[in-house]
T-cell receptor, first 113, second 117 residues
């Protein structure tokens, strides 16, 4: 099955700085890579995703890059704000697995003033 | 769009009792829903895949007789934790697959915190 590793486990940045979270996956057959933001006591919210036929996607301050050869993908948050503080999870989906997602271990992002 | 709700948001029960958690897709029909469990400061672990009108598919190590799943309609799946014990205390989260999406995006509910005394 698929295995997803995520780094770092915790990340502290100052407001206005950029934050980068990296994930690697094991199965080259994975074709969909979503990122979720989870605030304390709440369910995960999809913030951005990328398909295997795309190398980069951007949505305002958030961007995701995918390197299929190296089997890794990254989340980039620019101009961080205190409300970006949360736990972020990456995930990967294998083609033909009935939409099952394999999640990374999570990154706790703290944006300080 | 793509809103998923869960009820209750939290529940406390005595050991040995059963608890039912509901997951609803509010603005779309979901033939497939998923149930996850999340322990404190850990990632989401898939428990089972719930398919409307058929039996759920459980992940390895998840007891199907303990975690009963029913997906009787296109907008509702329920998870019943039977004979709950303190070790079942966790954050249970459902998600629903958006059928119109070519890449089967999942949208998550807000979660249900279960505490078994």
């Amino acid at each position: 099955g698929e295995n997803v590793e995520q780094h770092p486990s915790t990340l502290s940045v100052q407001e206005g700085d950029s934050a980068v979270i990296k994930c690697t996956y094991s199965d080259s057959a994975s074709n969909y890579f979503p990122w979720y933001k989870q605030e304390l006591g709440k369910g995960p919210q999809l913030i951005i995703d990328i398909r295997s036929n795309v190398g980069e996607k951007k949505d305002q301050r958030i961007a995701v890059t995918l390197n299929k050869t190296a089997k890794h993908f990254s989340l980039h948050i620019t101009e961080t704000q205190p409300e970006d503080s949360a736990v972020y999870f990456c995930a990967a989906r294998l083609t033909g697995t009935a939409s099952k997602l394999t999640f990374g271990t999570g990154t706790r992002l703290q944006v300080t003033l | 769009g793509a809103v998923v709700s869960q009820h209750p948001s939290w529940v406390i029960c005595k050991s040995g009792t059963s608890v039912k958690i509901e997951c609803r897709s509010l603005d779309f029909q979901a033939t497939t829903m998923f149930w996850y469990r999340q322990f404190p400061k850990q990632s989401l672990m898939l428990m089972a895949t719930s398919n409307e009108g058929s039996k759920a598919t459980y992940e390895q190590g998840v007891e199907k007789d303990k975690f009963l799943i029913n997906h009787a309609s296109l907008t509702l799946s329920t998870l019943t934790v039977t004979s709950a014990h303190p070790e079942d205390s966790s954050f249970y989260i459902c998600s629903a697959r958006l059928p119109s999406s070519s890449y089967n995006e999942q949208f998550f509910g807000p979660g249900t915190r279960l505490t078994v005394l």
